[in-house]
């Protein structure tokens, strides 16, 4: 769903050229690592003929199973409809660290499936303790969300029960919902599982449920006094405190409010930063946030798309906070040269543990003119954001915006993608819009790689080879290896 406030639809063909780079920027190592950049592996393909647009599969979302970190989820939209939502929504599941994935629909859901809404959007994925799933959605009757309903898995992803409603209004318009769960071993509401979105119809006013029985039932809704925006993200530090993020709609700025007594009662917002983001031509790209937090530290980041720091092109920035009521100023996560005509869109970010974070985004070059060509990009930090790595191109078949579901605010890939790592890898997901072939539209799927280090940094022995390939400081060499096609230039 979602109304952008800023669009721009002008398309031209341009080719796109992009040398692969390595990650320098950070410490050095004491022999040389290599990044190893696996094949993409496309996790699924539209399995709806008729209704909405086939071949259509669009806004992913990943979790990674805190107990076995092997066993991720991603959840799309499939069969996108032009004037919003999906035939249903799909998911992906892999047992073996992303190399094989075994797929499906959201069961119960849709009219597609057996249930009783027209349409569904807004997938959202998240892992407990006990590696359970929840796969939150926003159903529609005809085009208008009606509320937030919760397919669960209880053996890791491989089967789904039909869901439960979380929430469903009466006559509203709801959007955006997103969902986590309290994971901290300490925390005195653990287990507790939160789904946030906007009531559109009253002025995108911010609300949350929550459920204390692995979401069976589900609590009222608790509307945020004096918080209206888009793309809440309830994020649960170690302690129990919940903190949601969102894009304020009156100002434009990112807000934060945050529960301390398990979601019953809220803070007033605060301002995180200004939003400073600029329309990215030829393609619906949001400037929704995407946000995390770390599972050790407990601090939290918020990521969006920004253009503070270039002339009419985005970066990715970031900024973080201990509490949610004081936020950092927002540092570049995105290190190549402001001049070099490149705009960063729709981030996902994920915080491994203890600062390490990891940050995937979507790139296109714009000057002189928009190329129509869309790339994947991870850069990486391991001070808490401090500093990033250079990018580093991560898939082999590049996205093309003229084979993308066409939507009322221009062709998409969706208003978010997501990324999740460990200490040893990261694992985006995202969308690539191929050629089709048989007289086709649309060709669009979601797709993952394994980005994984073959040496430690024995000056950081916690932390990732992949994230330490700047080798100046001891005159080294670092290198990228990638199966699959040659990554050079295009």
Known sequence: MLSIRRLSLTASALGLAFALTALPGLAAAATAPHITVGQDVQLSSDPFPTGG???????????????????????????????????????????????????????????????????????AVAFDLHGDVYFATLPLIGTTGVGVAINKSTDGGKTWSNPVVAYE???????????????????????????????????????????????NTWSSPVAISGAYGIGAIPLVQPNGNVTVIYE????????????????????????????????????????????????????????????????????????????????????????????????????????????????????????????????????????????????????????????????NQGPMLGDYQAVVATATEAHPIFIIANPPSGGAQYNEDPYSVTVSASAWDSTSPTLPAWMNTSLRASGGNASVHHHGVARTAY
């Open 169 to 215: 209004n009466d006559n509203q318009f709801s959007d955006k919902d997103w969902i986590a769960v309290d994971n901290g071993t300490a925390s005195p509401f653990q287990g507790r599982i939160y789904v946030a979105w906007d009531l559109a119809s009253n002025f995108n006013q911010i609300e949350v449920a929550r459920s204390t029985d692995g979401g």
């Open 248 to 407: 304020a709609i009156f100002s434009p700025t990112y807000q934060a409010s945050t529960s301390t007594d398990g979601g019953k009662t809220w803070s007033s917002p605060v301002n995180i930063a200004s939003d400073d983001s600029v329309p990215v031509p030829n393609l619906r790209a949001s400037e929704l946030p995407s946000a995390t937090v770390d599972p050790q530290t407990g601090v939290m980041y918020v990521a969006w798309q920004d253009a503070r720091f270039r002339h009419n092109q985005n970066d990715i920035v970031v900024s973080s906070s201990s509490n949610g009521k004081s936020w950092s100023s927002p540092i570049r996560a995105t290190t190549d040269p402001l001049n070099d005509g490149y705009d960063h869109f729709t981030p996902g970010i994920f915080a491994a543990a203890g600062g390490v974070l990891v940050v995937s985004y979507s790139v296109q070059k714009e000057s002189p003119s928009p190329s129509g060509i869309i790339y994947t990009a991870v850069s990486a930090s391991k001070n808490d954001g401090g500093t990033w790595s250079a990018p580093i191109r991560i898939n082999d078949n590049l996205s093309y915006v003229k084979y993308a579901a066409a939507t």
């Open 53 to 123: 647009e086939p071949g259509t599969e669009v806004e992913p979302d990943i979790a990674i199973n805190p107990n076995n970190p092997q066993n991720m989820v991603g959840v799309f939209q499939q069969g996108r409809y032009y004037d919003g939502g999906s035939v249903d929504p799909g998911w992906a599941t892999t047992f073996d660290d992303g190399q094989t994935w075994t797929t499906g629909s959201a069961p119960g859901l849709t009219k597609a499936v057996g249930g009783k809404y027209d349409r569904a959007s807004d997938p």
